[in-house]
């Protein structure tokens, strides 16, 4: 089933979406201050072409530079990711079959927003990350 869900993804919101975070990503590689946010920007689009099976998971000891960082990306391109979540899960949710792929949309806001200080696990990994 996730398989399936992670095709029809990809078809639907998958493919824009990971344009859009590798393009933010080129932006902030021709820039060297600017690679770290880079970077996180190529593994959340690595994640948004195929998200089901994988889970956010968030560093408790990231650091106050993470928290500064995540400041600067939330006003220069966080906000913007986010707003094409938000518009490609409406389609998604008119559709009866695309409500579980908006779900996944409107769940990848929060990384979009703040990156730095996030990793990206398989939910095997995440579940038990915490104990």
């Known amino acids: 089933m996730r398989t399936l869900l ?3 993804w990809l078809v639907f919101a998958g493919i ?3 344009i859009g ?3 933010a990503g080129v932006i902030c590689c021709i820039l060297i201050i600017t ?14 072409l195929w998200p089901f099976g994988r889970t956010v998971v968030r560093d408790p000891d990231a650091g106050v ?4 960082g995540n400041i600067i990306w939330c006003v220069v391109a966080g906000i913007w990711l986010a707003i094409g979540h938000v518009v ?15 779900v996944a949309n ?6 979009s927003l703040l ?3 996030a990793r990206i696990v398989d939910n095997d990994q995440g579940r038990t990350s915490g104990t």
């Open 16 to 18: 824009w979406l990971a």
């Open 35 to 48: 690679i770290p946010f880079g970077v996180a920007s190529f593994r959340i689009a690595a994640y948004a």
């Open 21 to 23: 975070y590798a393009l």
């Open 6 to 8: 992670n095709v029809i």
């Open 88 to 102: 490609t899960s409406i389609p998604l949710f008119i559709s009866i079959i695309g409500i579980p792929m908006g």
């Open 65 to 68: 530079f993470s928290l500064l």
């Open 106 to 111: 409107i769940k990848m806001i929060p990384v």
């Open 115 to 117: 990156p730095l200080g």
